[in-house]
């Protein structure tokens, strides 16, 4: 069964340092997503991609963060000044249409941030 | 008020019981109700997927939307230890909104 396929799985930064979390969404997808998850807290949307422009972003989702579509497999997302609140699961996610019904969620990265 | 809000258990039950899961939310605006799951260490997995007030089966699995309470429901039948994890409420205004996620309810099935 095709997945979203995240890489890495574990990342370790230090404060201030820039991160980019790499994404292989499903090879016919079209609409992408990124979703976080702060330990114990709910899972919370973060922005939408479509057509290479961002379609929706959440106000978690400020200069901080920027998200690419630099080829036509990887979705990235990008943390230029990582902050210590930044620590969370971040998960990718992918769907063929503008619909929920088949949103398929990657496996997720873990950000640690020092 | 929060958007939507779920118990976070944890919800420990017998092999074979039935389970009920809840959740509810502020905004009538939401239209769109899914139930995931989620193992440890994995991402969100969709299991049920639905717009409209009433029930929706799906095998062992029950989704039930009552949208004049507000109040969405999983029922799992005949539970198996394998249906142990996480189990997460969203919501969504329109079929390719944002979701919104409920706190999730950790369900653990003994054998």
């Known amino acids: 069964e095709p997945e979203v396929t995240q890489t890495p799985s574990h990342q370790v930064t230090q404060m201030g340092q820039e991160v980019i979390l790499r994404c292989v969404p499903i090879?016919?997808?079209?609409?992408f997503y990124w979703y976080r998850q702060i330990l114990g807290q709910k899972v919370e949307f973060l922005v939408s991609?479509?057509?290479?422009?961002?379609?929706?972003k959440s106000e978690i989702f400020d200069d901080q963060f920027s998200v690419e579509r630099p080829d036509g497999s990887n979705f990235t997302l990008k943390i230029r000044s990582t902050k210590l609140e930044d620590s969370a699961m971040y998960f990718c996610?992918?769907?063929?249409?503008?619909?929920?019904?088949?949103?398929?969620f990657g496996s997720g990265t873990q950000l640690s941030v020092l | 008020q929060k958007e939507v809000e779920q118990d976070p258990g944890p919800l420990s039950v017998p092999e074979g019981a039935i389970v009920s899961l809840n959740c509810t939310y502020s905004?009538?605006?939401?239209?769109?109700f899914m139930w995931y799951r989620q193992y440890s260490r994995k991402g969100p997995e969709l299991l049920m997927y639905?717009?409209?007030?009433g029930n929706k089966e799906d095998g062992r699995f029950t989704a039930q939307v009552d949208k004049s309470s507000k109040y969405i429901s999983l029922f799992i039948r005949d539970s198996q230890p394998s249906d142990s994890a996480t189990y997460l409420c969203?919501?969504?205004?329109?079929?390719?909104?944002?979701?919104?996620f409920g706190e999730g309810t950790q369900l653990t099935v003994n054998p």
């Open positions: 639905t717009y409209s007030s």
């Open positions: 996610a992918s769907s063929a249409g503008a619909t929920n019904e088949k949103l398929f």
């Open positions: 905004n009538s605006a939401f239209q769109y």
């Open positions: 090879s016919n997808h079209l609409y």
């Open positions: 969203a919501i969504g205004k329109t079929s390719g909104s944002r979701l919104t």
């Open positions: 991609f479509y057509n290479n422009e961002i379609s929706e």
